[in-house]
């Protein structure tokens, strides 16, 4: 199915006018990487090292005649990880992966059906470390309409998009804690018309608008 029709996919308005991000601007900010001051390295804490069980997800970006947009999952409710939160397709790498890449694109085809051959890839983001045991690697790609989804209904219960523009828009970044088990943690959150982008996806979100936007032309 066309994914600029499909009922699995919602497509988002945005209420701002949204610049235009190529794909060769977006690969070049890539190319330079991020300093290390300025990099979110996660929410690990004391999992560090050789515990980190490495894992990839592939943030895509959508070419709209609008501007790119972003690609997320919302995972269904019943599931025993994360149930319910919004997150980029992605997972934890297998042994059958030549890279991370091909974990991130392998995963998206499991959990949405975009074939790797219609993902190109711009680049990557940090390493991001997360509180549950993961070394997640974010992989930039980029894919034009039209293109077909085939959700996994057991882990997918919605598919839809974010106008890049937004993200990039300080303006739109929360910082927000939460007290767990007497303990103070601090995270990002960026909501969006009801949907509640928060945690992980958000640090890496918090990555990729700094390595966007937040070093000089």
């Known amino acids: 199915m066309d994914a600029q029709n499909s009922a699995d996919l919602t497509v988002l308005p945005d209420t701002r006018a949204a610049p235009e991000y190529s794909r060769e601007w977006v690969r070049g900010r890539l190319a330079r990487g991020l300093p290390a001051d300025l990099i979110l390295e996660g929410d690990a804490g004391g999992n560090l090292g050789s515990r980190l069980t490495p894992a990839a997800v592939l943030v895509l970006l959508v070419g709209r005649p609008a501007g790119p947009a972003i690609l997320f999952t919302q995972r269904t409710a019943h599931l025993h990880d994360h149930a ?12 059958g992966d030549a890279s991370l890449v091909a ?115």
């Open 84 to 95: 319910g939160q919004i997150s980029f397709p992605g997972g934890r790498a297998e042994p």
């Open 103 to 217: 974990t991130a694109l392998r995963e998206t085809w499991e959990e949405i059906g975009i074939e790797a051959k219609k993902v190109e890839i711009l680049g990557q983001l940090p390493d991001y470390l997360t509180r549950t045991g993961f070394s997640v690697t974010p992989v930039v790609g980029w894919i034009e309409l039209p293109f077909e989804l085939a959700p996994d209904t057991f882990e997918v219960a919605e598919i839809f998009e974010v106008p890049l523009a937004f993200f990039l828009d300080p303006a739109n970044h929360q910082q927000k804690s939460i007290v767990h088990e007497g303990v103070t943690r601090h995270f990002w959150a960026m909501p969006y018309q009801g949907y509640h982008i928060w945690g992980a996806t958000a640090g890496m979100l918090m990555n990729f608008y700094r390595c966007l936007v937040s070093q000089p032309a």
